[in-house]
């Protein structure tokens, strides 16, 4: 074993035994919650109202104040994802019902959408489900036995304008509104993505009429378009960076995929706090039930937590979109570029 190796193995090792630690901060703070809430909920409806009431005057002005919105809609969000993971507060009846109001707002499902997420949580990085809540990624063995015209999808599938802006809109207006996840324990989410949907268009319909469809539709959809592209974005972010981590079951462990194989994404602090600290996403992915209003002091009282962790800026994060495809024998992801360059030197090696 290199040294490299070791210093890995003894990180790792360090984190197993601190994590433990980690359980004080997986505890509700109900003052901090309902502010949360407040100061959520009530700046994204005044900016909606604006919105709407500068219609009258210039697209332009309604489309810069939906950027910012979006953002704010990324918070209700966050509220919404934490309490998918009975983090945000204890109570779960109350929870649920928070949880409930956020998805009619974000149109994501909250019943299936959770489920799929924690489904997510405990097999991230694992090679044999990549198709659940996760950016679909091929290895470099995959890629080499595909078709030439399944290379052409996948390479479009992962070309930047599908990735990023064609790609957050299919998934908020369409993929969340089928149940495509086909496993038994889904059976009984699929019957509250329907009701969800038929709520939705209920929700839709009276805020249409009450409104005019064309000034209803252009603020909120402008707002969910934005919202989708940000979201996505900081998934991607958040696992797509080069030194992730990527292993077959039988090798898969979980503590690496929470630290290797997610980012501390630094963005400027008020971004930090619009997108509910999900940038210190190592450690929600070690400790799901810690509420995001409590990650930042958990990360700050914990500086051993980023020893294993790629730390990624904002400006730096835009390199993320060369990476394409998992290389097994390198565990690290390449571009195509890359990947056309290798074949040139050595032939790969297929998994059998």
Known sequence: M???????????????????SLKKYA???????????????????????????????????????????????VRIFIIQ???GHQSFLRNRKAQKVIGYICSYFSTIPFNYWSKSHNVHHKHNGQLEIRDIGD?????????????????FKYRLYRSPIVMFFIGPVYYVFIHNRIAMIKLPSFQKAKKWLVL?????????????????????LLVHLTILVLFSIIAIWF??????????????????????????????????????????????????????????YNLKKCIKENPWLNQFTTTINFWQSLSLMRNKLWDEAEQRMISFSEYYRMKKLKPVKVRS
């Open 2 to 20: 290199n040294t490299k190796e070791n210093t890995r193995v003894e990180k790792i090792s360090l984190a197993k035994e601190r994590i433990h």
């Open 27 to 73: 505890q509700e703070h109900k003052a901090k919650a309902t502010i949360q809430i407040i100061n959520s909920f009530l700046p994204f409806i005044g900016l909606w109202i604006l919105m709407y009431i500068s219609l009258d005057y210039s697209y332009w002005i309604t489309l810069g104040l939906g950027v910012i919105n979006a953002f704010f809609l």
């Open 81 to 83: 994802h934490d309490c």
């Open 135 to 151: 950016v679909t990624t091929k290895t470099v063995a995959e890629f080499e036995q595909m078709t030439r015209f399944e290379r």
């Open 196 to 216: 969800n949907n038929f709520v939705l268009l209920a929700i839709f319909l009276l805020l249409g009429f009450l409104l005019g469809w064309q000034k209803f």
């Open 235 to 292: 998934f991607y972010v958040q696992h797509q960076h080069e030194n992730s981590y990527k292993q077959w079951k039988k090798n898969w462990d979980y503590v690496t995929s929470a630290l290797k194989g997610s980012t501390y994404y630094k963005v400027p602090r008020v971004f930090n706090w619009l997108t509910g600290n999900i940038g210190i996403h190592h450690v929600h992915h070690l400790n799901p039930f810690i509420p995001n």
